[in-house]
């Protein structure tokens, strides 16, 4: 399970990128809260829904499409934001399940970025088939992908979303304790 507490605020995917709340929106089941990069605050909404007792329902990373790239050319900046938010998102339970994703993601390159590297070695690890359809979806060449955990589901879906192109990358968790 996954807290929306001071730990998760305190996570590398808050402290870094600066993460700042922007207004709340509550129902009867969940209260829906919304946040802002420090950086790039027009390409990038996420919401966190949590329940009455602070446990984290859904997290959602809106990245619009134009910002974060292609095939051709990656934004960094759009790679480290989204790997950073898988691993703080996804439950203790399941990180080891995310762990060949955040390593896909974070050694993404596009095929005419330019990269200088001090140890090629990791830029050369195989992904795994399963997660090779993330990284079409990620570099628009697929519309979504799924990856169902123990206690958690992520996916990536490319769609249309506030009169724009965006990825959409989702952490649903579920709502009952594992085991």
């Known amino acids: 399970m996954l807290y929306y507490d001071d730990k998760l605020k305190a996570s590398e995917f808050f402290e870094f990128f ?20 420090g950086g790039f605050e027009k390409n990038i909404d ?24 292609n095939e051709e050319k990656v934004n960094p900046f759009g790679k480290d934001i989204a790997k950073s938010f898988v691993s703080a998102m996804v439950p203790p339970e399941d990180l080891e399940g995310v762990e060949d994703l955040v390593k896909a993601l974070w050694n993404l390159r596009g095929t005419k970025d330019h990269v200088i590297v001090l140890n090629d070695a990791a830029l050369d690890e195989e992904v795994p088939d399963k997660i090779k359809d993330a990284i079409l979806v990620y570099l628009v060449k697929e519309m979504e992908f799924e990856l169902p955990l123990k206690c958690c589901k992520v996916s990536f879906e490319n769609l249309f979303h506030e009169g724009r192109e965006r990825l959409r990358i989702m952490v649903e968790h579920d709502r009952l304790t594992p085991g």
Do not use: M, N
Not at 18 to 37: L, M
Not at 48 to 57: F, R
């Open 18 to 37: 600066g993460i700042h709340e922007t207004k709340r929106i509550a129902d009867k089941e969940t209260i829906q809260i919304y946040h802002k990069p």
């Open 46 to 69: 996420i919401y966190v829904s949590i329940d009455a007792s602070s446990q984290v329902v859904l997290a959602t990373l809106f990245l619009d499409r134009e910002w974060i790239g």
